[in-house]
């Protein structure tokens, strides 16, 4: 064998094991978690809520959350819901939500939304989805309950279809 094929030999061997520990590495060693994930609650409510007469807190009675957290656990919550302003609630009305958890009134984070003089978009109204999203590293360790509290200024307005998720984890 002459020099040349000796060199094309090595190159060829350089890459076949180049290739064959990506293979090894992508297979057997680099394998994604399939554990399903722990800690995780949620709760869909498919209900309308109208506001309450005169600005008055109400609480959404349909969702509701008992969670643990264990020492050192962070925890995040979400709700999503769709809000109708109603084509007869004047154009610059609103609807705020706020978590509430073990009864506690979290003035932070809200959710704040106005239709800030937009008339209405059909015959049905102006409808929109929304969020509320808080992670909290400072929770007790032990058993809490969120809820949501909500208000606005129009009893023709209203939440509809919600859901809450919360996640602990480390």
């Not at 032990?142 to 984890?169: C, E, I, M, P």
């Amino acid at each position: 064998m002459g020099k040349g094929s000796n060199i094309v030999a090595v190159i060829a061997l350089i890459m076949s094991l180049g290739l064959g520990g990506f293979i090894i590495y992508d297979n057997y060693i680099a394998i994604p978690s399939t554990l399903p994930a722990e800690n995780q609650w949620y709760d869909p409510s498919t209900s309308a809520l109208y506001m309450p007469a005169s600005e008055a807190w109400g609480t959404i009675s349909s969702i509701s959350i008992i969670f643990e957290v264990f020492s050192g656990q962070n925890v995040y919550f979400s709700f999503m819901a769709e809000l109708n302003f109603d084509d007869s609630s004047n154009p610059g009305s609103y609807i705020e939500i706020h978590f509430e958890v073990d009864g506690i009134f979290w003035s932070q984070p809200r959710m704040y939304v106005s239709r800030y003089n937009i008339p209405p978009a059909s015959a049905h109204g102006l409808r929109m989805s929304a969020s509320l999203q808080h992670y909290n590293s400072t929770m007790t360790s032990g058993n809490h309950t969120v809820t949501l509290v909500y208000k606005g200024d129009s009893t023709a307005d209203s939440v509809r279809s919600g859901s809450l998720f919360v996640q602990t984890f480390n």
